[in-house]
């Protein structure tokens, strides 16, 4: 006996995906006449009621000519995160069948469907959607011409705006990251021109409050810019600047922990301040866990000078997400949304909290957390997160999207980028799908073009990585394969993010090399233009980007083929995109393209033979009248 189900479908569901609570989700099943099945159900449980499953009968709607058709209708009344399966029975025995990694039913060795139930009153944020994000780290972007203010002596200035960061650990074995290359604010701003001619409507900034080290994820006062960057007015003049240019500024909010040299900690007695480590009086005091006060603390991943908060102190929560809080005000002075580091170690009260405060200032800014897997069912510290049910992020960095796009042009199996983008977009509420942070490189990954081009690291120390450089046939085929995957990332569902300095060629392995200066005056030309043609395309096909239905056409061998389309009662418009990831020829007979009426767009048409080179493309856009033509009268 088979039972035929295929989620992705909407013969078979419908709705497809994720739904707002009180959809009715019409479900249908296939059963095979080849055997006696009686009794078909659709098992619908909670993610934490695994042992309790509603369960709803099947009742035969169709005999088709192999198969009995068996439907039901499911309608969930509230936010949740669902799962469901299918049963019946054969000769006095149960027989289950669960999903495969495609989405069809198996008897066994498969999962539960998933089915994300949100909030109907979820909005997110449209100045986003059909855009792009690119990604800054302040320190290493642009260096504006006014002198520093105000910078501690600690510091260590590199006298110019070139060269390799300091990686090396000092006498005492300690890795300081207090060597900067004098990045600025002052500088963001002069290179606006220059970001609007790639595109960018969106700029992430890694964090910009003052802190002592180069990173800045050690908070040491979330109400001040740090002096290496500028003050509030250089801020102002930024996010000012930025908006007439069409673009907005969202922060780096670093709220699961502060630096130990900080107003709040004071380990280091930097401030004059009473913090925490100075006296159990201090009003920050609760904000921490002490073991044994004042050596032994809760901290980050071990890290003594990272103090890990108790998000759920008042106080704390208070001085965060208040309404004087630190979160208002910055939207205040010009900032429109906020990335949140590490979401998955911020507990949702404090994100809840987070959210109203958020969307009490600035309705329409953005809430944006990092997480690396798939958003919808993750779980962390034991809770299952309700992240993308409404009243907490409106979406998240796309960790999964860079696996699938990198793993492909690396020689993974097609199936398996298929797999991954498909499910997001099934798992996936739409309006949080239509603002995905696309990224293929971030701060905290190797360069795009180092992982594509270059040997990999693996287990290679920092010294090795220092010295690495791609040499010219890597570059080469480096570059090809980025062009390849760039133009992916900026096609998928989402947004694309861009990591700035990818579209000027710069390379690097882990942190710190993939946090160099930006080579002004020294860019890859060639990757300057092509990524300045994507910036364009984003623009001109936004009516399909910012929402059009994702399709996979072809994953197969060494080819992709995927589509955006927007269906109307009359029309249907695409982009259809076919890549060779090979440095073969690869021909692309058989991969069900319907090329009718196709124009191009980027590179080279498919040929009369239908060949696409080495590690070539076919972009085209498809317009089809779906208007039945009316005879002309005689």
């Known amino acids: 006996m088979d039972l035929f189900f295929h989620a992705q479908d909407i013969t078979y569901k419908s709705p497809f995906g994720a739904v707002p609570a009180g959809t009715s989700i019409h479900f249908q099943v296939d059963l095979s006449k080849d055997g006696f099945c009686g009794q078909p159900q659709l098992l619908v449980c909670h993610h934490d ?87 800054i780290f302040p320190d290493r972007f642009c260096r504006g011409g006014a002198p520093k203010q105000n910078v501690p002596a600690d510091r260590i200035l590199h006298p110019d705006f070139s060269g390799l960061p300091e990686f090396r650990p000092n006498a ?154 630190i979160v208002r005000k910055w939207l205040k002075a010009g900032a429109s949304g906020w990335r949140l580091d590490v979401a998955d170690e911020l507990p949702d009260l404090f994100l809840d909290r987070l959210h109203d405060a958020v969307k009490a200032e600035q309705p329409d800014a953005l809430i944006l957390g990092e997480v690396w897997e798939d958003a919808s069912n993750k779980s962390a510290y034991g809770v299952r997160r309700r992240y993308l049910l409404g009243r907490q992020l409106d979406t998240v960095m796309n960790y999964p999207f860079r696996d699938a796009i990198l793993g492909f042009l690396l020689g993974e199996d097609p199936a398996r980028f298929a797999e991954a983008v498909e499910t997001i977009v099934e798992n996936y509420p739409p309006q949080c799908l239509n603002l995905l942070m696309n990224h293929i490189g971030t701060h905290d990954t190797e360069r795009a073009l180092t992982v594509l081009g270059g040997e990999p690291a693996g287990a290679r120390g920092r010294e090795w990585q220092a010295a690495q450089k791609l040499t010219p046939a890597q570059r080469e085929t480096g570059v090809k394969r980025l062009k390849l995957a760039s133009l992916i990332q900026y096609l998928l569902p989402g947004v694309p993010c861009l990591y700035y300095g990818d579209e000027a060629g710069m390379e690097g392995y882990r942190d710190p090399f993939n946090r160099g200066c930006y080579p002004w005056g020294r ?57 060779n990831r090979s440095h073969r020829p690869q021909s692309t007979w058989g991969s069900g393209l319907d090329l009718e009426g196709a124009a191009r767009l980027l590179g080279e048409p498919l040929d009369t033979t239908n060949l696409l080179p080495p590690f070539g493309y076919s972009l085209m856009k498809i317009h089809r009248d779906l208007k039945p033509k009316q005879e002309p009268e005689e």
């Not at 290179?191 to 080290?213: D, M």
């Not at 240019?245 to 709220?255: K, R």
């Not at 056409?553 to 982009?575: C, P, Q």
Request: aromatic share 16%; proline share 5%; glycine share 8%.
């Open 49 to 135: 009621q695994w042992d309790k499953p509603e369960r709803i009968p099947l009742k035969l709607q169709s005999i088709l000519p192999q198969v009995n058709r068996f439907g039901a209708v499911y309608t969930p009344e509230q936010p949740a995160l669902l799962f469901y399966r299918f049963s019946c029975t054969q000769e006095g025995k149960t027989v289950d069948f669960y999903s495969d990694s495609d989405g069809k039913a198996v008897l066994q060795g498969g999962r539960w469907w998933q089915l994300t139930v949100y909030d109907p009153a979820y909005q997110t944020p449209d100045f986003v959607k059909g855009g792009l994000y690119y990604q």
């Open 172 to 325: 005492e074995g300690n890795i300081l990251n207090n060597d900067y290359f004098g990045g600025d604010l002052a500088g963001i701003t002069e290179k606006i021109p220059y970001l609007q001619g790639l595109g960018v409507t969106c700029l992430y900034l890694n964090p910009i409050f003052e802190a002592h080290s180069n990173h800045r994820y050690n908070t040491a006062d979330y109400k001040k810019i740090d002096p290496l960057l500028g003050t509030l007015s250089d801020f102002e003049h930024l996010c000012a600047t930025a908006h007439e240019a069409g673009m907005s500024v969202i922060l780096d909010g670093v709220f699961s922990h502060t630096g130990s040299d900080s107003v709040y900690f004071n380990r280091e007695g930097r401030y004059p301040t009473q913090g925490a480590y100075n006296s159990q009086q201090s009003p920050y005091y609760p904000w921490y866990t002490f073991r044994q006060w004042p050596n032994s603390y809760d901290c980050w991943w071990n890290f003594d000078t990272l103090p890990n908060v108790n998000e759920t102190n008042d106080s704390y929560n208070e001085y965060i997400n208040g309404p004087e809080g």
């Open 523 to 579: 860019e890859d030309q060639e990757l300057l233009s092509w990524y300045r043609q994507l910036g364009q395309l984003r623009a001109r096909e936004k009516g399909i980007l910012a929402q059009g239905t994702y399709r996979t056409i072809k994953a197969e061998g060494n080819l992709l083929a995927f589509e955006r389309f927007v269906l109307t009662d009359t029309t249907r418009d695409s982009l259809l995109l076919v890549v």
